[in-house]
């Protein structure tokens, strides 16, 4: 339910309640899944009808919370085998956290004009916290349940437009329209959230200008560039390092990653996002953003009490496959998080 990347939806042994980037009434498996819910009395929201606009707080955060009260009583019936079988795995995305903590970090610094109770962030973790609290009285001898989140949150003073640096540089020129023209244009900043650069490259842009010989020249030059800027909020450098992405990523995927990864010096201030779309998700509106550190928890059967220590997303897929009583392929990185020596019944592992 609500995982990224399962949109558009493809059919499953079981239900699914994909992620859509757009509103759409063709966002589940098999197609009659919210009439089967309805009768249930459970309708679940998609993140991208519930948007931030920079308007009142109430209706927002309302509207949040629903969405994560009703994706969460839909895992709920499909545990309690009110809509078909009861699954051997269910997987669950809760967002409020995440989404109220972007433009409502500020309630939670010191000297905060708003009371704990009225806190939207707080809000969301009080629901996230029921939710839990519903699914550990569901745990039993064949049942297990993992909690995690791969980000945790941090203040967020302002963005930094990459794509002014790299003008400024001579790397970027913008058109009469304020879009740059690519025939002119050497690097540009990636979409939000990546935290990076790409190199206008020839053969994979239609107008790229730099030759794929040129590639690691002109990488570096940029990165020169990136490094050695400034931040006029602090007066230090913006960046730590800007990182190709090859010393970051492997895989078969690797070339959908930026062509440069930007680590910030100062956490609070950070690289804007193409502004194509940091715009119209009223990105400058927000006041905290992610954080590399965050927790994960296990709970019945397949854990052992006090296991702890740090993890990893790559440790997810193990695990689940262990909690399921399987035995996780070799060349499947990451390490289980589970008891070494249990291997609980598949039924009903959450």
């Known amino acids: 339910m609500n995982l990224f990347g399962t949109h558009p939806v493809e059919p499953v042994d079981g239900y699914c309640l994909s992620y859509p980037m757009r509103a759409t009434v063709q966002a589940c498996h098999p197609r009659n899944l919210p009439v089967l819910l309805a009768r249930e009395g459970v309708r679940p929201v998609h993140d991208v009808t519930v948007w931030f606009t920079g308007g009142p707080k109430d209706p927002f955060v309302s509207g949040v919370l629903n969405a994560d009260r009703q994706r969460a009583d839909a895992a709920l019936a499909m545990l309690d085998g009110r809509v078909g079988d009861r699954p051997d795995l269910t997987v669950l995305n809760l967002t409020a956290i995440d989404r109220l903590s972007h433009v409502y970090w500020q309630e939670t610094e010191p000297g905060s004009p708003v009371p704990e109770a009225d806190q939207a962030v707080l809000r969301a973790y009080r629901l996230a916290d029921r939710v839990l609290g519903q699914l550990l009285e569901r745990l039993d001898d064949h049942t297990s349940l993992l909690a995690f989140s791969e980000i945790g949150f941090g203040p967020l003073r302002s963005y930094r437009s990459v794509n002014d640096v790299l003008a400024a540089a001579g790397l970027l020129t913008l058109g009469p329209d304020g879009t740059p023209d690519w025939s002119r244009t050497t690097a540009f900043e990636a979409v939000q959230g990546a935290q990076g650069v790409n190199l206008n490259l020839a053969g994979r842009y239609r107008d790229g200008t730099v030759r794929p010989a040129d590639r690691a020249r002109v990488l570096a030059d940029v990165a020169a560039v990136l490094e050695e800027h400034?931040?006029?909020?602090?007066?230090?450098?913006?960046?730590?390092?800007?990182?190709?992405?090859?010393?970051?990523?492997?895989?078969?995927?690797?070339?959908?990653?930026?062509?440069?990864?930007?680590?910030?010096?100062?956490?609070?201030?950070?690289?804007?996002?193409?502004?194509?779309?940091?715009?119209?998700?009223?990105?400058?509106?927000?006041?905290?953003?992610?954080?590399?550190?965050?927790?994960?928890?296990?709970?019945?059967?397949?854990?052992?009490?006090?296991?702890?220590?740090?993890?990893?997303?790559?440790?997810?897929?193990?695990?689940?496959?262990?909690?399921?009583?399987?035995?996780?392929?070799?060349?499947?990185?990451?390490?289980?998080?589970?008891?070494?020596?249990?291997?609980?019944?598949?039924?009903?592992?959450?």
């Open 230 to 350: 400034i931040n006029p909020a602090t007066g230090t450098r913006f960046l730590t390092r800007a990182i190709p992405r090859e010393e970051l990523h492997g895989g078969p995927a690797v070339d959908a990653a930026p062509d440069l990864v930007l680590d910030p010096a100062d956490w609070r201030y950070l690289p804007l996002g193409d502004p194509f779309w940091s715009g119209r998700t009223n990105r400058m509106l927000q006041s905290g953003w992610h954080r590399r550190d965050s927790y994960w928890a296990g709970a019945g059967a397949a854990f052992t009490a006090g296991r702890g220590g740090p993890a990893r997303p790559l440790d997810i897929a193990p695990t689940l496959l262990t909690m399921l009583g399987l035995d996780p392929a070799a060349d499947l990185p990451g390490t289980a998080l589970t008891a070494p020596a249990l291997r609980p019944a598949p039924a009903g592992a959450s």
